[in-house]
Structure formats: C-alpha cells, structure tokens
C-alpha cells in the first residue's frame, strides 16, 4: 500500500448526494428525539411561538423546534455562547440530523439565533422548556431528587459611607460620635471618633440596624474576597427532578 499524502487528490466539481457522508446518530440525541417527536412538541413550540411572529409576511423564520434543540446542545454539552453552540450544530452530522437539518440545509448562525432570542420573552422559553421536562419525566428518562440553591451576589452602585441607622436615620460618622458622647467624651472631634471605634468590640454592622440611604434596596453582604461591602442577593431554587438520565452527552 503506497503512503497517502495530504492534498494529492483533486476534488471532484460535483458530489452525489448518495456520495456525501452521513451519521449513524448519536445515541443520546436519537432518543430524546423520538421522544420529543412521539410527544408532538414541535407543534407545541410552533404555537407558543406564533404570536411573536408575522402572519403569512416575509421569509419563514428558523422552525421553533430546530432553535430549542440547539439551545438544548448548549446545555447538554456545556457551552454557553451562542457562536459556540452554532459552531457545534454545523460541525456535526449528527446534530444535524438531531436539528432536522437535510444535507443541503445550512445550520442557524449565532445572529439569527440571537434574533430569535430577543423576538421571543423569557415566558415562552419557560412554557417550553417545562414542557420539555414534562415530557421527559412522563417517559421515566428524568431522575433526582435533590433541592440546590444558586446564588449570585451583585455589587450594588452605593458606598458603605451611605449606610444610615434605621431608627434615628444616623450616618456612621454621626453614630460613632454618640457613642463617644455617652462615653462622656466632651464635643469629640473626628479623631476622638475613630480611636473609639478602634477600641469598640462587635463592631459588625447588620441589615437589621443599618440601611444604604441611596439605594435601600441593597443589602450590607461579604463578598467572596472578603470584602463588605453593599450588594444584592438573587436565590433561585431548582425543581426535584430535572437531571437527565446519564451524563453530557460525547461529542459526535
């Protein structure tokens, strides 16, 4: 057998279909498609997203179920960008079979991905990704039972120097000079103020006492570095039971 040598074929001008590559499918995908088909939910997104869109004018958007899906490859294999997840579509015969894509289909780009995006609200993407969980708990193919929090803390745009005393509406600079009042300091100046504070235990301040003038909103939080300083605190819960069954799918 003589050694192959990369370039040293011409290609051919035309391919015959019966010619081009094709994937024996991906497990995983193969499944959850024939699940998803059995369950009619391409119809079920094509309605919820109905109303976002034109009656009978211009071009035919991306199917509905062809944008969920790849929305759905992000997740499953990890990839959070929209470019990242057009890539992969396109890179792969079989998620291009997953997507219902033929061989001379092109796959969505990250742009019209993103239009598709903003034109439908969060509410529709909500309807039907609970649809999708429904669908997959009824097929027995969605496990777990654990409760997980996901916190995020957001820096909030006001200084701790803002924060007042509930009760007396007090600045800190105005409540650490009442203290030195009580303490029998006469008239005591900003530096009398600070050598008490220096000296004073418990000197935490919380919530429960203090708030931020500016935006009482925020909260007094310790940040991950250590640092206090004023943010807010977002909890989100998730549902029991929305782990799929076995892990992220290989890459095809």
Not at 5 to 34: D, K
Not at 149 to 158: F, P, Q
Not at 230 to 245: D, I, Q
Request: with cysteine.
């Amino acid at each position: 057998m003589a050694l192959g040598r990369q370039g040293g074929r011409e290609q051919a001008m035309w391919v015959a279909t019966s010619s081009l590559p094709r994937s024996a499918g991906h497990p995983f995908y193969t499944r959850l498609n024939t699940v998803l088909k059995e369950a009619d939910f391409d119809r079920f997104a094509e309605e919820q997203c109905e109303p976002y869109y034109a009656a009978g004018q211009g071009r035919p958007s991306i199917p509905p179920g062809t944008y969920f899906r790849m929305l759905m490859v992000g997740y499953f294999e990890g990839i959070d960008s929209q470019r990242g997840i057009a890539w992969r579509c396109s890179d792969s015969l079989a998620l291009r079979e997953f997507l219902g894509l033929g061989l001379e289909d092109r796959a969505p780009d990250h742009s019209s991905l993103t239009i598709i995006r903003q034109r439908l609200p969060l509410e529709v993407h909500e309807e039907v990704f609970a649809r999708i969980l429904k669908i997959l708990v009824e097929k027995g193919l969605v496990r777990g039972k654990t409760l997980a929090v996901d916190a995020t803390t957001l820096e909030a745009n006001a200084a701790m120097k803002s924060i007042v005393r509930r009760e007396t509406g007090e600045s800190w600079s105005q409540y650490i000079r009442r203290l030195a009042v009580e303490e029998g300091i006469e008239n005591p100046t900003e530096e009398d103020a600070r050598r008490l504070d220096r000296r004073r235990r418990r000197k935490r301040v919380s919530n429960k006492d203090w708030e931020s003038k500016s935006d009482p909103a925020s909260r007094i939080t310790k940040m991950k570095d250590g640092r206090t300083h004023l943010a807010y605190s977002s909890r989100r819960r998730s549902t029991p039971g929305t782990r799929p069954m076995g892990q992220r799918s290989s890459r095809a």
